[in-house]
């Protein structure tokens, strides 16, 4: 919320898109499906927006996609924090992706993890749509190389119970887990396994916030986890963008905000969805936003590169990874 809400701030206080003002309208799900149903239908039928952006979970996501809500509305969802790949596919039309899918960071970790001579991999996932999607896409990358999973590990959503899953992935002695999880699972997990005497190597997809685990089970127990990235490293001024995002974030985020990936990604998002905006004219409707979205073609918002078209609704497929320093830090 927080990273979009900075640029549109920015955009408002600069005179606003074709003298239209942005009004944010920011509803909390609580994460929970149901929820993001009913405020969805809530935002499309009494608020009239325009677009949605920044909408997270899989399950979430899939279950209004499932109800044809989006279709019914004419509108799109611009920069959903979610890399699953059925969401991706041609036909959710009204859906565009700004990051790289679970799909793409699992064949990034599964690569690099067999490149340093890793074989025996193990998942530790969600128990819902997320988490299979992220297990399914590290075992897509595993088989394209004739391997398998060594051992498979879930939680359920909204806890972080997950004593069981340390006991199964320490039992199958791996080399490496992939871990599919959110921030209090994830920060449960790699302290469980480490007191625990597991000595893998851990990694988690882009979901997680370096900072947030930090916080949740201290610098030492992070130590060496693995991160991937969707996004470029927002902690430098190294490209154009880093150094307008980080410029906006202080003028417009208050004393007590930190920048995070997740800020970024979705401060990115507002950037593509403003773009957007200024293509649909004086008068934009949902459907115009839609069509203008599709036009966004190898758009350079500073540095990074989000690419639609009529066919396709994946913008960017851009990873890397990143690793948590001795004292918290995040690391390229």
């Not at 069509?291 to 497929?317: C, H, K, M, Q």
Request: no cysteine; net charge positive.
């Amino acid at each position: 919320v927080l990273g979009a809400r900075i640029y549109f701030d920015h955009i408002n206080a600069s005179g606003g898109i074709n003298g239209n003002r942005i009004r944010h309208v920011v509803v909390d799900d609580g994460y929970k499906v149901d929820e993001t149903v009913r405020l969805t239908e809530e935002l499309i039928d009494r608020q009239q927006a325009v677009a949605l952006i920044g909408f997270a979970g899989t399950a979430n996501v899939g279950e209004v996609l499932k109800r044809g809500i989006l279709e019914k509305g004419r509108i799109a969802l611009v920069a959903p924090y979610t890399g699953g790949e059925a969401l991706r596919q041609a036909e959710n039309r009204n859906i565009f992706h700004i990051r790289a899918g679970y799909a793409d960071e699992a064949e990034h970790l599964v690569d690099h993890l067999v490149t340093v001579g890793v074989r025996k991999i193990a998942v530790f996932h969600q128990n819902d749509g997320f988490g299979e999607a992220g297990r399914k896409g590290v075992e897509d990358a595993l088989a394209r190389r004739n391997m398998r999973l060594a051992a498979v590990a879930t939680y359920e959503r909204n806890t972080d119970d997950v004593k069981a899953a340390v006991d199964t992935i320490r039992k199958a002695d791996v080399g490496a887990v992939i871990m599919v999880s959110v921030n209090k699972s994830t920060a449960a997990f790699t302290k469980g396994y480490r007191e625990s005497g597991g000595a893998a190597q851990l990694l988690n997809i882009s979901v997680v916030d370096a900072g947030q685990l930090v916080k949740l089970s201290g610098a030492s127990a992070m130590h060496g986890l693995g991160i991937s990235q969707v996004m470029p490293f927002p902690y430098t001024d190294t490209l154009p963008v880093t150094r307008e995002f980080r410029r906006l974030f202080a003028k417009h985020a208050g004393p007590d905000a930190t920048i995070s990936y997740t800020n970024f990604e979705e401060f990115i998002g507002a950037k593509v969805l403003v773009e957007a905006l200024r293509r649909a004219g004086p008068n934009p409707s949902a459907e115009k936003v839609l069509r203008a979205l599709e036009t966004i073609s190898n758009y350079d918002v500073g540095g990074f590169t989000v690419s639609f078209s009529p066919g396709n609704r994946v913008g960017s497929r851009y990873v890397e990874v990143t690793v948590i320093g001795r004292n918290g830090a995040l690391l390229r």
